[in-house]
């Protein structure tokens, strides 16, 4: 994979902007041009967020073309249906099985959509679920979640483990490094092993 | 060697200015502009400030220009028509030291009330504009623009969009370049003091230096033409540039780095070298009307949209007319709106005003949130500091009928910024109104910046704490209270109270909101519990929204084996890891169901 596009999406406050920052970091370091594109303001308070990030050898357009993502990072599980006139067929889309409910949920006003990974599936996409809250809390950080999922998204991207390693250790005090450098082998582990299994089968 | 580093364009901006040897720097904040000022703040060496408002914001930085001094002045799009005052008259007194102005547009309105183009506020002021398309450039041009400032004798102004200040890439960190002027007071009253007489003169001084400038434009390297095939010219500026090259990538182009004022000659020659000519840009057709001025056939908002953000997408749609690529279909999902966070101090107000049937001026803050289901509690909403203004200008359009029924709200930064006059006019003019001012000691929505309110300055370094209820008491209001906003029977006792008395009165609600990081350590914080024998599924305390109570639908085989009753349609329960422990929602049941946790009697 010499250019992508990855669509980092969820709510606010599960660290995406930061998991999207660490993984631009390692691509940088892996020599690629990076345009990473997010919206922040309101998005803060409990709303759905996305963000944009395009590498390769020159990068234009900050934003990421309907029908050309080729990675779906999915913090959560309704996010992941969302953004998805941003896929097509080849898209991968890891999905964190977590859910959080939207306000019109919690207050019986609408329903939380069953099934959502059978829907993907369906539509042919590659699936790959991930609990990574489990992975972030057996690492002792239920915060570590977003690292869980960029150790995830690091199977597929062409670069080295190791920088992912050296970013972590650049840009995390040295208190949480370590839970958060578990979670991210975790995630990461996780992927092999389901990479393993699709092979197989 | 160059050291290549991943920033935002607002972060790129502060380390452009840093190095053109910035000295002073203000800002009130707003989204998308307020990292700016953030980042700024973190260099040594720089005086940065937020200032209570734009307009202070623009006189600190135009006072530090006067003194020789680089400074920096930034603001979202509407920031700059509260700026808009001194902007004009700056332009005609020019500056000593480089003066750059930021305006951060917002096209689609991420978080904004209207998608205003300012690159008409250059043409309107007189000013130049420089319009970058990345990080990379957004660090270029505001070192240019310190230079070109100090060259013209003029403001500067830099336009970024959302898409622009928030896009992250790879920046060249460069050399530091300072001003050859030297900081001191020097008296120019000629310069600086805007009389009839001298701004007539200064006037044309502006006229003389616009020509200048036009000459410049049509040599800046930043207008430059890109050829390739001559069939289709893009004539195009800023973010829209990247769609352009991104959707039409063997195109010819001619990119404006300075949209103001527009490069004749190099516009012309491109003209005369292609065959048709697209203008592709954002929001209005500010370059497609200089272009078609010049006697230049060219096509653009008659098939670009004029609304909103592009992408190239839409640019490659809107040319060719081919449709959009997207394989699959949206599905219908629950929408995820933004809420007010659990256990924030607003939501018991809005629900105290929602009971009491008045109609709420709203205003510019985390709390517009309110006007959002279930709360549904806000019923205007224009611009900083509005909500007092329009709430009085209802009430002396409704004399008597409108006593009890109007309330204007707003937060404490916004009360800061542009409240304080509109309060001074209820207690000259004679109205009413009421005011409640919600005061979370900090400027939440934009991401806690401290305020005069707050006691800190934007390094964190302790300040004079502004008494709002002394402020208030000193503009001439009688009636000044401060309650706890979580008190929701007290609140709305007082509330009810004001709202009827013929007199101005200011309720201050003053509870530090929870996202400040001392609220978010707190360690006596006690959670709620729902209790559910005692629920009775009559969802009273789903009407405050909060998003720590959930609602869980029963069967009515399941309600029987759960002991409920039996048309019982589901209960509620508290989410444990969202609950910030406000206990605003107990007075919301009225079968006591809901209790501190571990305390299953239900007394508080």
């Known amino acids: 994979m010499e250019k992508g596009n990855i669509i980092f999406c ?31 303001g309101m998005a803060q308070r409990g709303g759905s967020v996305v963000a944009h990030m395009r590498f ?29 006139p941003y896929l097509n067929k080849n898209s991968r889309v890891i999905v964190n099985t977590q859910k959080i409910l939207p306000s019109s949920v919690s207050t019986g006003i609408e329903t939380y959509p069953e099934n959502i990974l059978e829907e993907l599936n369906k539509k042919g996409l590659t699936v790959f679920p991930v609990d990574a809250f ?28 190791k920088l992912f390693h050296d970013v972590i250790s650049e840009h995390m005090p040295e208190k949480i490094r370590k839970v958060n450098t578990d979670a991210f082998i975790k995630g990461r582990s996780i992927i092999k092993k389901l990479q393993e299994v699709n092979n197989k089968s | ?129 420089f319009e970058p398309s990345d990080p990379s450039e957004a660090k270029e041009f505001v070192k240019l623009a310190f230079q070109l400032s100090e060259e013209f004798d003029t403001p500067v102004l830099v336009r970024t969009t959302t898409r622009v200040s928030h896009v992250k890439g790879l920046v060249n960190k460069g050399e530091i370049v300072t001003s050859k002027i030297k900081p001191g007071i020097e008296k120019i009253p000629e310069k600086f003091v805007m009389l009839p007489a001298n701004a007539r003169l200064r006037r044309k001084e502006l006229d003389k230096r616009f020509v200048r400038l036009r000459e410049f434009a049509d040599s800046f390297e930043h207008n430059k033409t890109e050829y390739n095939d001559k069939k289709i010219g893009f004539i195009t500026s800023g973010i829209s540039y990247l769609y352009v090259k991104e959707a039409f990538p063997d195109a010819s182009v001619l990119k404006l780095g300075m949209v103001y004022p527009f490069p004749e000659k190099i516009i012309k020659e491109f003209a005369k070298n292609v065959e048709e000519i697209f203008v592709v840009e954002e929001l209005d057709p ?61 939501r018991g107000i809005f629900h105290v005003l929602s009971k009491l049937n008045v109609f709420i001026a709203g205003d510019i803050g985390c709390y517009t949130l309110a006007a959002l289901k279930p709360l549904s509690a806000m019923d205007s909403c224009i611009c900083m500091g509005a909500s007092i203004g329009n709430a009085l200008g209802m009430e002396k359009a409704l004399g008597k009928d409108a ?87 007290e609140t709305y006792k007082i509330v009810k109270q004001e709202i009827e008395r013929p007199e101005p009165s200011v309720i201050i609600t003053k509870a530090p909101c929870v996202l400040l990081p001392e609220m978010k350590k707190r360690k006596d914080k006690s959670l709620y519990i729902i209790i559910p024998e005692k629920c009775t599924g009559c969802r009273s305390c789903l009407k405050i929204g909060c998003p720590a109570i959930e609602w869980v639908p029963i069967t009515e085989e399941d309600a029987k084996k759960l002991g409920f009753k039996e048309k019982q349609k589901g209960y509620s329960i508290i989410n444990a890891a969202l609950c910030d422990g406000c206990g605003q929602c107990v007075t919301l049941c009225k079968f006591k169901a809901i209790a501190l946790s571990g305390d299953k009697s239900g007394k508080r």
């Open chain 2, 403 to 489: 006593l009890g029924k109007i309330v204007a709200v707003l937060g404490d930064s916004t009360f800061i910024h542009s409240g304080i006059t509109g309060l001074i006019d209820v207690v000259y003019n004679k109205g009413f109104t009421t005011v409640l001012i919600l005061d979370n000691r900090t400027t939440a929505m934009t991401g806690h910046q401290p305020n005069p309110a707050s006691g800190q300055t934007v390094k964190g370094d302790i300040s004079t704490m502004l008494d709002i209820e002394a402020l208030c008491r000193a503009i001439g209001v009688k009636n000044v209270y401060t309650v706890n906003p979580n008190d929701i029977e």
């Open chain 2, 286 to 346: 500010f370059i497609e009307n200089y272009v078609k001025a010049l006697g230049i056939r060219c096509k653009g908002k008659e098939l670009i949209p004029a609304a909103g953000e592009l992408n190239p997408s839409i640019v490659r749609a809107s040319i060719t007319g081919e449709k959009s690529t997207a394989l699959f279909e949206p599905v219908k999902i629950p929408n995820r709106p933004p809420n007010l966070c659990p256990g924030c101090p607003h």
């Open chain 1, 10 to 40: 969820g709510v606010g406050g599960q660290g995406i902007l930061l998991a999207s920052e660490i993984t631009s970091f390692a691509l940088m370091k892996a020599g690629f041009d990076i345009k990473k594109s997010e919206v922040h």
């Open chain 2, 1 to 129: 060697m160059s050291q290549k580093i991943l920033l935002s364009g607002n972060e790129a901006i502060a380390l452009g200015a840093f190095e053109a040897g910035l000295r002073v720097a203000s800002a009130y904040p707003g989204t998308p502009s307020t990292e700016i000022l953030e980042n700024i703040s973190t260099y040594e060496g720089i005086y940065a400030e937020w200032s209570p408002n734009e307009k202070v914001a623009y006189e600190v930085a135009l006072g530090a220009s006067f003194a020789g001094a680089r400074a920096l002045v930034s603001m979202k799009h509407v920031g700059l028509n509260i700026a808009a005052d001194p902007l004009f008259t700056s332009a005609y007194t020019g500056v000593r030291g480089g003066l750059v102005v930021i305006t951060a547009d917002d096209p689609e309105m991420h978080s904004s009330q209207n998608e205003q183009d300012n690159r008409n506020y250059a043409f309107a002021a007189k000013v130049p504009m």
């Open chain 1, 134 to 161: 489990e992975i972030a809390e057996s690492a002792g950080e239920i915060r570590a979640v977003n690292m869980a999922l960029v150790g995830a998204l690091s199977v597929f991207l062409p670069v080295e483990e």
């Open chain 1, 56 to 84: 390769g050898d020159k990068v234009y357009s900050p934003l990421i073309e309907p029908g050309t993502v080729d990675i779906a990072l999915a913090f959560e599980m309704l996010e992941s249906l969302r953004y998805l």
